[in-house]
């Protein structure tokens, strides 16, 4: 509950999402950001092929990963990976204060 009220003061900070996946027909983010859910943040693609999914997050460190028509894929743009507990990867990246 603390954490909550410390979290809640600080401003968010606008993070985009990218991926370069000009064949994919569908893209979406999840992270312990948005509890994994596949439903939240749908990622759009732009005319040059690119998905990208703008989030608004609190300063801290998040694990993500997209789901690309229906396969759990990695961010290839990001070496900051960790193991999860499904003894596959996660990316993280980590938000810092404006």
Known sequence: MIGEKIKSRQPRVKVIFYLESP???????AGDFNKWSIKKHPMKKNAAGQWQKTVM???GRYEYKFLVNGKWELDP???WKCINCFGTGN??????KK
């Open 91 to 96: 990316n993280i990246i980590s938000v810092k």
């Open 57 to 59: 997050l609190y300063p």
């Open 23 to 29: 064949n994919a027909s569908e893209v979406k983010l």
């Open 77 to 79: 743009d990001n070496d």
